[in-house]
């Protein structure tokens, strides 16, 4: 009898440890596609950047914004009268109650 009860629990032990083993080589493969997937997402966003800051450069190049200017709006360069001085400038003083 103790025999039996020896096998069976060594039988039982057995059992959960491969049964755990494949649940727990179950959830890595999954663990490791979803990591798969997250590094493909990260180098398509690497690569989506590095298009955006190219196509940021261009759009902010200073001959091409200066030639935009003035093809679209009537601005003209300031004239050395339309500055003034800091000191200059009137503040309203406000009064303490």
Known sequence: MKRFI????????????????FILKYH?????KTLARMHNQ????HRSIHI???????????????ILVEKNTELQKIKPAQVIHWNDIAFEEQGGA
Not at 7 to 20: D, E, I, P, R, V
Not at 28 to 32: A, I, R, W
Not at 42 to 45: K, M, P, T
């Open 6 to 21: 020896f096998y069976f629990l060594f039988g039982l032990m057995a059992f959960l440890a491969t049964s755990g083993m």
């Open 28 to 32: 890595v493969v999954g663990k490791e």
């Open 42 to 45: 990260i180098e398509q966003n």
């Open 52 to 66: 955006l800051q190219a196509e940021w450069t261009n759009l902010s190049d200073a001959k091409r914004l200066r």
